[in-house]
């Protein structure tokens, strides 16, 4: 009886010099064709889908795209025809690398019209994609096999280059100045049209948006504060405005100190200005009642993804966020708040503002890299709360580095008194967010009320530059 082997091992893929990659050499010819026939029409439908010659496959398509690319971002778009390109290939030594002239009159002949051009350009950015997963995933099969200390640090910069697949290039690729104009000039048109697309997310508050020109995608915005002053509250409030305004946005919150049955606790009794205390005494009128559940259908309608993991670590961190911006397709991310978050794996010898500095960078880096703006929390400490003395960026508590990563630094300000909270519950109380730091745009002061019962925050509408306290 002959014996037989068994094996764990599954059975080998056939290996890519057995496959081909992912390509197609017709769509690549057509893409290259329309832009040679009717470069007008073309080139932006192309240029957005294709960045740069690596999204095509045959190494001829990628010399004459390289070139073409070259004329266009010189500004020669209207210049484009055989003729031009074969004299430019040929000048610059390429013209053999681009298959000679016979090639290129193949090329110029492959599409009649480019009224299909974006059809085209699709096809191959699609295979580009697939190229890309699988050098990609060949990447990381192999680091797979090597020896690892931490294997969260591994699946991090694994998630995170997947995730980057699905766009050709990753933000912060290499682009010339040329390339970026474009869409520069367009950006300053818009804000001078006042076009809500170029002002960023609004936060609900019209003198805090004037200041900072709404929340802006990749930006780090810190909003810092001594404990009970409502820096929470401001921030639950800027995610309802944003998850309920018009048009409504996806927001997503980590709220590391406070659970998440009390974080909409919190949402429902602010957007139907009724205190907690009302419904635990007993105070409620029918009238109220209605109130408060009209806010919850509108919150219900709402996008508000909250995670209330406690002691949650960067890493695991950064996977959530990006787990939130597949699933929910999130426009803003809130965290409360910074210094709740752990390092992995740390010791208690560790150097706690050094560890503070590598979230704060890591914070920044999630926002650049998921495209959105992240509105994180901050502790100022003890030296903010001497009388009479208005917080300072040098008040941020453990670390400069939040300073430097931060594109925007604001620090919630009022008098801390419990009587005056009591006294004034509902008719407010004075407070002030000094935009003490601003990359992109003014300093200044926003004046806001704030109403202890509801832990609401409303504008004031008025803002005095003079007002921000020195550095």
Request: charged residues 25%; aromatic residues 4%.
């Amino acid at each position: 009886m002959a014996s037989s082997t068994t094996s764990s091992s599954p059975p080998a893929a056939p290996a890519l010099t057995e496959r081909h990659y992912p390509h197609n050499h017709e769509a690549e010819m057509a893409v290259l064709g329309c832009l040679l026939l009717d470069p007008a029409a073309a080139v932006d439908a192309v240029v957005l889908r294709l960045p740069d010659e690596s999204s095509f496959h045959r190494a001829e398509h990628q010399v004459i795209y390289r070139a073409i690319k070259a004329q266009i971002d010189a500004g020669g778009r209207g210049d484009l025809d055989l003729i031009t390109l074969a004299d430019i290939l040929a000048r610059a030594g390429q013209l053999e690398a681009a298959g000679g002239r016979a090639y290129l009159a193949q090329v110029s002949t492959a599409v009649a019209t480019a009224a299909n051009v974006e059809q085209y350009a699709e096809i191959v950015r699609q295979t580009a994609v697939l190229r890309r997963l699988i050098t990609t995933c060949q990447r990381t099969s192999e680091r797979c096999f090597q020896p690892v200390e931490d294997v969260r640090l591994l699946l991090d910069d694994i998630e995170r280059e997947i995730l980057s697949v699905t766009a050709l290039h990753e933000t912060g690729a290499v682009r010339t100045v040329a390339e970026l104009m474009m869409p520069a000039v367009e950006y300053l048109e818009k804000l001078q049209k006042g076009e809500s697309e170029a002002l960023g997310l609004s936060t609900g508050y019209d003198d805090i948006d004037r200041l900072i020109t709404g929340l802006r995608p990749g930006e780090m915005v810190v909003v810092a504060a001594r404990p009970s002053i409502g820096k929470t509250a401001l921030a639950l409030n800027m995610a309802a405005n944003i998850a309920m305004g018009t048009p409504p946005r996806a927001v997503g919150l980590f709220s590391l100190e406070m659970p998440a049955h009390q974080v909409v606790l919190r949402l429902l009794c602010s957007d139907a200005r009724i205190g907690l205390s009302e419904v635990r005494e007993g105070a409620m009128t029918t009238a109220r009642w209605k109130e408060l559940m009209a806010a919850s259908q509108r919150l219900r309608e709402a996008t508000i993804v909250i995670d209330d993991t406690g002691g949650i670590d960067i890493l695991e961190l950064r996977n959530k966020a990006r787990r939130m911006k597949r699933d929910y397709t999130i426009d803003v991310l809130f965290i409360d708040y910074l210094q709740l978050i752990q390092v992995s794996g740390s010791n208690r010898n560790a150097n706690r503002e050094n560890e503070v500095a590598r979230i704060s960078g890591s914070i920044k880096a999630l926002a650049k890299e998921l495209d959105i703006p992240i509105v994180v929390l901050a502790q100022l400490n003890r030296q903010a709360e001497q009388q009479g003395q208005r917080p300072r960026l040098s008040h941020l508590r453990e670390s400069g580095a939040i300073e430097q990563d931060a594109d925007v630094v604001a620090l919630l300000h009022r008098d801390r008194d419990e009587q005056q909270d009591r006294d004034k519950a509902q008719r407010g109380v004075e407070a002030e967010l000094i935009v003490a730091k601003n990359r992109n745009g003014e300093t200044g002061l926003a004046h806001l009320i704030f109403r202890p019962v509801y832990t609401r925050f409303e504008s004031h509408s008025r803002i005095a530059d003079e007002d921000v306290p020195s550095v």
